[in-house]
């Protein structure tokens, strides 16, 4: 019995759904993941980042042409993210997950954002997986680089 | 070393040398948050919350004149009513409370930023309502009342940007620190709205180093001062601190060393400011420099930190409008002392009595936004 084999054994008594995961990356195309990253593959990640960056930015700071694009609308006062958090000042995304008090529930960073996008901001809350959550995750991430995740930091 | 904390060495080293302090004859009182730190040396991050008892009092001498109370409100950031009530309600509240103040005030000054965009519109509604106060007002400018229009309606409805005048043994100076931006906007022909919003924008990248006193007014300011006793009082008001705090916000003056060499010879000078919309103390020489609330919303502290001699204020519960904003009273004191107390709405305890209620508890690292030099200027 080859070694992969008998990894599959031991894993009957998984769920089917983990099994055809776990399968789909034992016997994956051969030649994946195998060569070298190549600087023009680096740049094309980097560049995918930074868009986000770029997108999450303007939307934090109230930019009408990108949420109207986007279709969102983060906020009814003229309040955007940024003027309480300039340069994503004391959004704390190293602080997450944890209990939130605002909330009275333990909460992700992207709950705390639609909650400021709903009570300060009287906006319209987000979908979690939007494009306009994920672009304003990559943001308020990406300006706390190099900031030591605390989770649960109160 | 970074650029910035090459800059704070160079401060501490220029400006708080030791034995540099204001006179000694400034008591220290209920309300001066004056840190302990500051006076032994550096401090561990656990003394940085062991306080000395507070105060706020200057003890200034030669004042045989009556005692008197001023107020001071700033930065109501003011949308159009149809926009946004809520800055409209937090400044018919201080207005209200300042009109109600027994015994009553001599004056209030308006530090800046009465309105958001600085339209026609905003700035005389902030008029309309500073109506309510009907005792003598003095104002300054902030930066959102400004880069629309480059003054011109601030100063119709306000007149000059800088002043001067004496009130019962005190030299009252309003300075502009807010007027003499390099031109970040002709270049790339920017419409007046496209200044604004960059101006508008705490941390944008776009309009730079903007705050400054300049060679001019500081001549001016030299000259203001040099028919009046080193010893007497003197308080400046201004938009801007006048000192290095956090440049890439502005929560300063870019040239702090000159307004120092014309403070030096004075030994009483208060200065009064507003912009960083936050519990904020610190001393520059003999100096003593006091940040005011805002009425609409508070900023955070600086990534890397309050000067040694703040105390910080509490965390601010973003849930309510009321909280970590305010406005207010000063009182100079028939043995002129000048002495004031934040107004904070939100709650009673101003300042943090725990580590984890200050709102610099948390450490982060933050780097300047990008999307303002990229898209679509
Ligand atoms: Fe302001
Ligand atoms: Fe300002």
Redo the contacts with the bound molecule.
């Keep these: 019995m080859t070694a992969r084999k008998r990894f599959l054994v031991a894993l009957a008594g998984a769920s089917a759904l983990s099994v055809l995961a776990t399968v789909a990356v034992l016997v994956g195309p051969a030649s994946a993941h195998k060569d070298p990253v190549t600087a023009q593959q680096l740049k094309a990640y980097q560049d995918a980042l930074m868009e986000e960056v770029r997108k999450g930015d303007l939307l934090f700071h109230g930019d009408d042409a990108i949420a109207k694009q986007m279709g969102v609308k983060l906020t009814a006062t003229g309040m955007a993210c940024a003027m309480c958090h300039p340069m994503t000042a004391d959004t704390h995304p190293h602080t997450f997950p944890k209990f939130q008090a605002q909330m009275a529930k333990f909460a992700t960073l992207r709950d705390m954002i639609n909650w400021c996008i709903e009570k300060p901001n009287q906006g319209e809350k987000i979908e979690s997986d939007s494009d306009a959550m994920k672009a304003l995750e990559a943001y308020i991430y990406w300006s706390n680089t190099g900031s030591v995740l605390i989770p649960g930091r109160y | 070393m970074s650029e910035l904390e090459q800059d704070r060495r160079e401060i501490a080293s220029v400006l708080q040398q030791p034995g540099a302090r204001p006179d000694p004859s400034l008591k220290i009182t209920r309300r001066t948050f004056i840190h302990r730190s500051c006076l032994v040396g550096a401090a561990t991050v656990a003394e940085t919350f062991a306080w000395w008892p507070l105060l706020n009092t200057l003890d200034i001498a030669n004042a045989a004149d009556a005692p008197f109370k001023f107020a001071w409100i700033s930065?109501t950031h003011l949308y159009p009513k149809s926009l946004n009530t809520r800055f409209v309600e937090k400044t018919v509240r201080a207005v209200k409370e300042v009109q109600a103040m027994t015994p009553p005030a001599d004056f209030l000054i308006f530090g800046?930023?009465l309105a958001q965009l600085g339209t026609v519109e905003e700035l005389e509604l902030g008029v309309e309502l500073l109506k309510e106060v009907k005792i003598r007002k003095v104002y300054i400018p902030?930066?959102?009342d400004w880069y629309l229009d480059m003054g011109k309606k601030w100063g119709e409805l306000f007149g000059q940007a800088n002043w001067t005048f004496d009130h019962k043994g005190v030299r009252f100076v309003g300075l502009d620190t807010i007027s003499r931006a390099p031109d970040y906007w002709s270049m790339k022909k920017m419409s007046p709205k496209e200044r604004m919003d960059h101006m508008s924008v705490l941390d944008g990248t776009v309009a730079g180093p903007w705050a400054g006193v300049g060679r001019d007014q500081l001549d001016w300011l030299q000259k203001t001062l040099s028919n009046w006793d080193r010893g007497k009082p003197v308080i400046i008001f201004s938009?801007n601190p006048l000192y290095e705090y956090y440049p890439p916000w502005n929560f300063w003056v870019r040239d702090w060393r000159d307004v120092n060499e014309v403070l030096k010879p004075y030994t009483k000078v208060t200065n009064i400011h507003?912009?960083v919309h936050q519990v904020l103390y610190n001393e520059i020489g003999t100096m003593r420099s006091i940040g005011m609330l805002a009425t609409s919303w508070p900023w955070p502290y600086a990534p890397e930190g309050v000067p040694k001699l703040t105390r910080p204020m509490i965390r601010v519960d973003p849930g309510d409008p009321y909280d970590g904003v305010g406005w207010s009273p000063w009182s100079v004191s028939a043995q002129d002392k000048v002495d004031t107390e934040y107004v904070m709405w939100g709650r009673k305890e101003v300042f943090a009595q725990s580590v984890e209620d200050s709102f610099a508890n948390i450490p982060e690292i933050l780097r300047p936004r990008i999307a303002d030099n990229m898209y679509p200027y």
């Design positions: 930065d800046g930023d902030g930066e959102h938009h507003g912009h």
